[in-house]
């Protein structure tokens, strides 16, 4: 089978990951790629993207409203007052991913970054997005895990006291937020 793009049952090409379940075609053709700006918006793609580590990043998107209850909207300034407590009810909800490095990395970023002017976050973030676009990539396996890039932010992030993000989290993070545009050539979402 190959990696390029497949057509969907509308006839559509997308990326074959985007066809395998209905709320991955939801995701790829309406979310995924796209700008994403905004302090709350990327801690709760940063947090996302920490928990998935490990995990299918289906098991995150279906539970993601139940992340937003569990963690306050992702707003940063709610969630900076967790505290033991919070850490206790969040091990014992079942609409999240009860994995308590995760859960207290997340909640350790918040008050981090709760003493960051606003705006910095999302300036750090796209201050390591790629200068010009890279080809359009043809195959799923010309799509890296890992660039310079998402290196450079993974260190800056830890730098500035973030935890649990690797270069690997912050390349899924520059793909889904939309520094760099992985969808396939040919894909109807690649120049939407």
Known sequence: ?????????????????????????????TEWGRPVHGDDALYERLCLEAFQSGLSWLTILRRREGFRTAFAGFAIAEVARFGEADVLRLMADEGIIRNRAKIEATLANAKELAGWKPGELDALIWSHAPGEPGPAPEDVADVPAVTPESTALAKALKKAGIRFVGPTTAYALMQACGLVNDHLAGCVSREA
């Open 1 to 29: 089978m190959s990696g390029g793009p497949v057509a969907g049952p509308d006839g559509r090409l997308r990326c074959p990951w985007g066809l395998s379940t209905e709320d991955y075609v939801t995701y790829h053709d």
